[in-house]
T-cell receptor, first 112, second 112 residues
Framework: NAGVTQTPKFRILKIGQSMTLQCTQDMNHNYMYWYRQDPGMGLKLIYYSVGAGITDKGEVPNGYNVSRSTTEDFPLRLELAAPSQTSVYFC???????????FGNGTRLTVT | RKEVEQDPGPFNVPEGATVAFNCTYSNSASQSFFWYRQDCRKEPKLLMSVYSSGNEDGRFTAQLNRASQYISLLIRDSKLSDSATYLCVVNMGPGGSYIPTFGRGTSLIVHP
């Protein structure tokens, strides 16, 4: 059972480039989340989804987009990368409302 | 006021010591509470859920105080391997979906 899989693990982008962070889970979880974590800080919610076809903004959505066409996949899109988006990105999922989160290994993104 | 607050520490304790962390939350309608452990900005890993009656897992004890809106984590007989950042997570409501909201974490350093 792979759980939550994120790719890539590391990426360096130039300012203005775009990329997609991939996240897939094989646990048939309805709830999926994207967080970013800056040094010394907690995790901040970017976007989340409560099921296929449904997405909603979190605390820090600006500069990002998501889609949820299937239960398994929840990609995060950066359209015009900015240095402020340098961070570690975590994807997570859970099966039920009161359940704990399962995390992917994270993507370490640097924008220069 | 931040939604979920933790003392960032660091808490510097000798092996064998008992140490306790608190986490306060602002939304009285919150449901579901968890403690996660995070090592060196790797993905957070579930340490334990927190139940109203309190719960224990080996050397770790978690408590929930709804009246005062805080949760606590007690670690007995600290080990060097307990050195990590401990993240408090609260599912903030009400609403159609309770959002897992993180504190910034409390750093624990256990020294010989």
């Amino acid at each position: 059972n792979a759980g939550v899989t994120q790719t890539p693990k590391f990426r360096i982008l130039k300012i203005g480039q775009s990329m997609t962070l991939q996240c897939t889970q094989d646990m048939n979880h309805n709830y999926m989340y994207w967080y970013r974590q800056d040094p010394g800080m907690g995790l901040k919610l970017i976007y989340y989804s409560v099921g296929a076809g449904i997405t909603d903004k979190g605390e820090v959505p600006n500069g990002y987009n998501v889609s949820r066409s299937t239960t398994e996949d929840f990609p995060l899109r950066l359209e015009l990368a900015a240095p402020s988006q340098t961070s570690v990105y975590f994807c997570a999922s859970k099966g039920q409302e009161g359940s704990p989160l399962h995390f992917g290994n994270g993507t370490r993104l640097t924008v220069t | 006021r931040k939604e979920v607050e933790q003392d960032p520490g660091p808490f510097n304790v000798p092996e064998g010591a008992t140490v306790a962390f608190n986490c306060t939350y602002s939304n009285s309608a919150s449901q579901s509470f968890f403690w996660y452990r995070q090592d060196c900005r790797k993905e957070p890993k579930l340490l334990m859920s927190v139940y109203s009656s309190g719960n224990e897992d080996g050397r770790f004890t978690a408590q929930l105080n709804r009246a005062s809106q805080y949760i606590s984590l007690l670690i007995r007989d600290s080990k060097l391997s307990d050195s990590a950042t401990y993240l408090c997570v609260v599912n903030m409501g009400p609403g159609g979906s309770y959002i897992p909201t993180f504190g910034r974490g409390t750093s624990l350093i256990v020294h010989p």
